[in-house]
Nanobody, 115 residues
Framework: QVQLVESGGGLVQPGGSLRLSCAVS????????MGWYRQAPGKQRELVAT???????TYVDSVKGRFTISRDNAKNTVYLQMNKLKPEDTAVYYC?????????WGQGTQVTVSS
């Protein structure tokens, strides 16, 4: 079992920044792929970014150059640094873990970008 707890969401103005954190209940060395997803009201959940145990990353096109995913294996934590936020980034953001045997989700954290 893996528990994921997100934090760092909130209300921010357009152009602002937030850093999301995902605390993982066991060593992230044992988790092949960590990722962040988001779901806006009335829309399907979409993949935002992933990072492998070897720190290879991928991003959805809409966040490239603005968001950065990283993992700190010493702290068992995964981060999503979000800069130049736009209203269309408003969503509930979910942390995801894939151990290649099972997948796990966090409870989500709300990010609202509005003036």
């Amino acid at each position: 079992q893996v528990q994921l707890v997100e934090s760092g969401g909130g209300l921010v103005q357009p152009g602002g920044s937030l850093r999301l954190s995902c605390a993982v209940s066991r060593s992230t060395f044992s988790i092949y792929l960590m990722g962040w997803y988001r779901q806006a009201p009335g829309k399907q959940r979409e993949l935002v970014a992933t990072v492998t145990v070897g720190s290879s990353t991928t991003y959805v096109d809409s966040v490239k150059g603005r968001f950065t995913i990283s993992r700190d294996n010493a702290k068992n934590t995964v981060y999503l640094q979000m800069n130049k936020l736009k209203p269309e980034d408003t969503a509930v953001y979910y942390c995801h873990a894939d151990t290649l045997r099972s997948t796990y989700w966090g409870q989500g954290t709300q990010v609202t970008v509005s003036s």
